[in-house]
């Protein structure tokens, strides 16, 4: 039954609100890297970031918004004998440094080698630490480049603090704040095209990445001001994502997989041979599987796995060493880490296919795919480890002496 004072609260929130009146127009305001996707994506960040701070690149502003950039850094407290300081910073020919993304696997880089300094940047925006990689990528510039002195960044939304104690925090705040700072002291040095365009990525950022103040503060004010509509609004929208894996539960369970632990974020199950690998994991699933496919919903991806979870090693490795021999699996040359290996995979769609589909064909989409590949894939994957199925189960039943 309707309840007539829900239909007052809509009523009232939908007449005229100057503040979500503000609020919408901040929203649709255009921007350009709104318009090219680039809000989430860690790698065209990474790429204007180094843009940025190449003083050769084509934004006329040569070496200050690098030397901006590492006079913040340095006044963050970086310690050691390989540590620059304010004073090698402001006195450093700046000029001669180059910049590279991905350079062995590295987010950002920078290398001079005139001053004998570098710079490591891992940024993340969606993701966090993983692989031990910090530890990895300071090993590796520090053996590469003894004598050199270094600035290793880890560059996270809000700062977050880095496992390894070599790192210097940073936020995209600050980054952002740098950027505005630059615009603001150098605009007049460069096109008005390059000012707006540094100054499109700063707002893209504060919409997506940080808190905005002016955001925030008009959104705390409308929800205080109309909290049983909003509240209404929000418990009735559709959940794109919740949809799709109630979807890929029932197309799992209609052809013949065992649903295990599942969320909103990621479904689990196993094939009735797959089931027979003994239940001896640990710290993963509650059922204590071992070995799963798994549908995971992350950022507008939906991606498809078979992963190898925590357990006994002398039983991970026989796993290990069973798939490496089975062409069927796509990723068996992969690392095998000591907790999760996925050794088999495909991405059912990207995030831009997700959100050019309105959420019935997206529906559809995912049902076949899973469909395929139960039956395309599923038989030649279970017959691969079958061998090393039936040799678990035996030692499992085994009794110690």
Known sequence: MTN?????????????????????????RFNPFEAMDWTRQELRHSAFIRWIFDPSESHGLGAYPLRTFLKYVVSRGITGPEAPTVFDVDSWDLTRTTAATEWERIDFFLLNDAERFLVLVENKVDTGEHSNQLARYADRVIKQFPAYKKCLVYLTPEGDQPSDERYIAASHRAIVDL?????????????????????????????HIVKDSEIEELCQRIYANHRQALDLIFEHRPDRQQYLSNAVEETVSELGGTLDQCSKAYVRWITPNIGRVPALGEGWTRTGRMVLFEVESYAGRIILKLILGPGPEDFRNRVYEAVQGQSIFNK??????????????????????????????AESYVRKRLAKFF????????????SVIGELEAEAETPSS
Request: aromatic fraction near 10%; hydrophobic fraction near 35%; charge should be negative.
């Open 4 to 28: 007539p004072t829900d239909i007052l609260e809509l009523e009232r929130f939908l007449q005229e609100n100057a503040d979500f009146e503000r609020l919408e127009g901040i929203a649709s």
């Open 179 to 207: 950027l505005d700072l630059i615009c603001e002291r150098r605009g007049n040095q460069t096109s008005e095209d390059v000012v707006e365009f540094i100054r499109g990525y700063s707002e893209m950022v504060r919409r």
């Open 332 to 361: 068996r040359s992969s690392k095998f880490y000591p907790k999760w290996w996925t050794f088999h995979g495909h991405t059912l769609f990207t995030k831009k296919q997700s959100e050019s589909m309105e959420l019935e064909e």
């Open 375 to 386: 039956a395309d894939e599923v038989p030649a994957i279970e017959k691969a480890l079958l």
